[in-house]
């Protein structure tokens, strides 16, 4: 892990968190830290809805208000397309510019946070928490959508082949589809911890999208031709899984930061 932190810092391209307002994209030649997402898969309790979910984060954000939290962002995840081995039904996405942020922020929340943290415990049952570290190849317009659509895959490197190369195949393939019309965000998110002791990926493969319709032309270039460039860009890098898409819910937003 530390040999591929070391080769993604070398690489010039963007740092992202979600949407291209929360932190400044860069080029950087040095190894710098990245965004900190964290994932919880989580199931509803017994009688528990997503009416009462959305309850405790309007209490959440209010904690958060009160206590001036101003760089966290949060979306609730619903599964749209997936398979039949899906556990989930919903998860909390949630993200940091950097680690200092994160440790902030959550110490914070230990200490002040519990009683919110028990409400959200009364509401959902989360069989993992995980952290990533995202690595930016396209940032997306303006600030988060209220309602997004998020494509993840899981991506490993084929025998021989190396991070980099893989970032150059992404970073190609997002030139031709940003030449094709779609806009939306293309990210790398590395396992930091909390992974399942049997995941075997080199990466998550995070597509972001400002909505359905935007979704919908993006399947319309990669169905009326794309798949083809998508092969002959990734498959002899990468090989990756089918991919899940999910519903997003915009819970919480960062405050803006100036370019």
């Known amino acids: 892990m530390q040999k591929t932190f070391t080769l993604l810092g ?12 929360v932190v400044v994209a860069q080029q950087q030649a040095a190894p710098q830290p990245t965004p900190v997402l ?3 898969d989580c199931k509803f309790k017994n009688n528990k809805t997503m009416k009462d979910l959305q309850a405790v984060t309007a209490r959440f954000n209010a904690w958060a208000d009160r206590n001036k939290v ?30 200092n942020a994160m440790g902030a922020g959550e110490s914070m929340f230990f200490k002040t946070g519990q009683d919110i943290n028990a409400q959200f415990d009364a509401v959902v049952d989360c069989s993992s928490h995980a952290q990533f570290a995202e690595f930016g190849i396209r940032a997306g317009e303006g600030g988060p959508p ?9 991506c490993t490197m ?19 589809l940003t030449g094709k019309g779609s806009t939306g965000l293309t990210a790398m998110l590395f396992g ?3 992974l399942s002791g049997d995941a075997k990926y080199t990466f998550k493969y995070l597509e972001g999208f400002e909505n359905m319709d935007a979704y919908g032309k993006y ?3 990669y169905t009326g031709g794309g798949f083809m460039r998508a092969d002959e860009l990734l498959d002899r890098v990468v090989t990756c899984n089918s991919p899940r898409v999910y519903a997003l819910e915009r819970v919480r937003a960062p405050a803006p930061q100036q370019q």
């Open 10 to 21: 070398t690489a010039a391209v963007c740092a992202t968190l979600l949407w291209g307002n």
């Open 38 to 40: 964290e994932i919880f």
């Open 70 to 99: 101003t760089d966290y962002i949060a979306f609730i995840a619903t599964p749209y397309l997936h398979g039949a081995d899906r556990t989930s039904e919903v998860l909390w996405i949630g993200g940091y510019p950097n680690g």
């Open 146 to 154: 209220p309602n997004p659509i998020a494509v993840f895959r899981d």
């Open 158 to 176: 084929r025998d021989g082949r190396e991070v980099p190369e893989a970032i150059t195949a992404l970073q190609q393939w997002t030139q031709y």
């Open 192 to 194: 930091l911890a909390g």
């Open 219 to 221: 399947t319309d270039i």
